[in-house]
T-cell receptor
Framework: GAVVSQHPSWVICKSGTSVKIECRSL??????MFWYRQFPKQSLMLMAT?????????EQGVEKDKFLINHASLTLSTLTVTSAHPEDSSFYIC????????????FGPGTRLLVL | GQNIDQPTEMTATEGAIVQINCTYQ??????LFWYQQHAGEAPTFLSY??LDGLEEKGRFSSFLSRSKGYSYLLLKELQMKDSASYLC??????????WGAGTKLIIKP
């Protein structure tokens, strides 16, 4: 099946620094990638949807200047958390959907971010 | 607004059967997914229903009634490793997944 990787799997950083998370589709071309955030004991919350070569569409309440998303190729999307604060500590998960297959999202393993 | 409802927590016994229900109200419908999520891990795909009826896959089955906005996930012959959260998600008219809060399933020996 389709494989999606995320890097890093764990990151600990100081408050005020920026963190970049990569999401890669390893064996298929991902036209659309989704970024989710999940706080403990809560469900996944969609942050933004990105299509290759175009600007990401952010969900209401998600600051686009704080969570920078770049989907420069059909196999790579990045999420940069700028000036991270402790309240940004969360589990960030990406998923990818292939061309003409929007019904199926393949999930990455997630990145756990801890901001001190 | 869009809404997905599922029970917060359920408890069952090893070897038994458990049914996890999900009701939904969404803008459009392009299918309903069930995912399993173990603590600290990303969700893993279990099933996809877009037509009414029952889909069986090994120990797991998923049922959909579009007219009732209702689905259930049926787990048979429960094993300890089935202890996890089970997430119901609906693909809306914009092909975005609308997620339920998840049902934490606790399996007791």
């Amino acid at each position: 099946g389709a494989v999606v990787s995320q890097h890093p799997s764990w990151v600990i950083c100081k408050s005020g620094t920026s963190v970049k998370i990569e999401c890669r589709s390893l064996d298929f071309q991902a036209t659309t990638m989704f970024w989710y955030r999940q706080f403990p004991k809560q469900s996944l919350m969609l942050m933004a949807t990105s299509n290759e070569g175009s600007k990401a569409t952010y969900e209401q309440g998600v600051e686009k200047d704080k969570f920078l998303i770049n989907h420069a190729s059909l196999t790579l999307s990045t999420l940069t958390v700028t000036s991270a604060h402790p309240e940004d500590s969360s589990f960030y998960i990406c998923s990818a959907a292939g061309t003409g297959d929007l019904e199926t999202q393949y999930f990455g393993p997630g990145t756990r971010l801890l901001v001190l | 607004g869009q809404n997905i409802d599922q029970p917060t927590e359920m408890t069952a016994t090893e070897g038994a059967i458990v049914q996890i229900n999900c009701t939904y109200q969404t803008s459009g419908f392009n299918g309903l997914f069930w995912y399993q999520q173990h603590a600290g891990e990303a969700p893993t795909f279990l099933s996809y229903n877009v037509l009414d009826g029952l889909e069986e896959k090994g120990r797991f089955s998923s049922f959909l009634s579009r007219s009732k906005g209702y689905s259930y996930l049926l787990l048979k012959e429960l094993q300890m490793k089935d202890s996890a959260s089970y997430l119901c998600a609906v693909l809306d008219s914009n092909y975005q997944l609308i997620w339920g809060a998840g049902t934490k399933l606790i399996i007791k020996p």
